[in-house]
């Protein structure tokens, strides 16, 4: 599986952007995508997760509410709309993918993508 996050940018607080983690190679059919992030000076963090069959999702606390995870059947692509966006949440954004279940733990992702930089001004 290779994946592909793309949608980064600049956006001011309180701003929205929609992140898209396409994948190729093979479908997400049988696989859960999760989206992680790493500020600077920070451990990478687990955002969200879905899994592609059932589309069961999973969020981190500091994201809930704001954050939404979603698929696209037809174009093999996992989404990450994020609104109401602080600077806090600035951020390189890497997907991953793992067959199975959602779960938070990075290490149980085999697929990554490269990051997409996600930077929100005050």
């Known amino acids: 599986v290779q994946l592909q996050a793309s949608g980064g940018g600049l956006v001011q607080a309180g701003g929205s952007l929609r992140l898209s983690c396409a994948a190729s190679?093979?479908?997400?059919?049988?696989?859960?995508v999760g989206w992680f992030r790493q500020a600077p000076g920070k451990e990478r963090e687990f955002v969200a997760a879905?899994?592609?069959?059932?589309?069961?999702?999973y969020y981190a606390d500091s994201v809930k509410g704001r954050f939404t995870i979603s698929r696209d059947n037809a174009k093999n692509t996992v989404y990450l709309q994020m609104n109401s966006l602080k600077p806090e949440d600035t951020a390189v954004y890497s997907c991953?993918?793992?067959?199975?279940?959602?779960?938070?733990?990075?290490?149980?992702?085999?697929?990554w993508g490269q990051g997409t930089l996600v930077t929100v001004s005050s």
């Open positions: 991953a993918a793992k067959s199975g279940t959602v779960v938070a733990s990075q290490d149980e992702y085999a697929y």
């Open positions: 190679g093979r479908t997400f059919s049988s696989y859960a």
């Open positions: 879905i899994r592609w069959s059932g589309g069961s999702t």
